[in-house]
């Protein structure tokens, strides 16, 4: 089942761009931390796009702010999340079902 489900997943994420998010540092990142998320792209992609947080298991998702997708990194503060396995995506501004890129799992720890 986990697996049929994180197969589906990336069938959401449209081919039809270049947005490559980097990978959280192996050691994870902790809550409440103010962290930086770098990204590849190319001229073809969207101006800009919506960094979003989601858990592993529950589905929740956390809002980290839109980017302009020319900067190729951004800094912010990590919400006090749970400690537990997470990944990110970028998604179109206006619908955030629109998934362009996303990382593998990492965990952030307790802040
Ligand atoms: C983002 O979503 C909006 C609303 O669905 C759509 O009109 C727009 O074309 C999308 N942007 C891109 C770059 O695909
Ligand atoms: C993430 O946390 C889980 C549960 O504590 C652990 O088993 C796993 O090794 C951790 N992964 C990494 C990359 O540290």
Redesign the pocket.
């Known amino acids: 089942m986990k697996l049929i489900f994180s197969s589906l997943f990336v069938l959401l994420v449209s081919a039809a761009n270049a947005l490559v998010l980097d990978a959280p540092p192996?050691s994870?990142w902790k809550a409440k931390e103010t962290v930086t998320e770098g990204w590849q792209s190319s001229a073809a992609d969207p101006p800009s796009f919506t960094l979003m947080l989601y858990t592993g298991t529950a589905g929740e998702t956390f809002f980290l702010g839109n980017h302009q997708t020319a900067d190729d990194t951004a800094t912010f503060t990590l919400p006090g999340v749970s400690p537990g396995?997470y990944h990110l995506g970028a998604v179109n501004t206006t619908n955030l079902n629109q998934v362009w890129a996303v990382t593998g799992q990492?965990?952030i720890t307790a802040a």
């Open positions: 192996a994870g396995s990492f965990n």
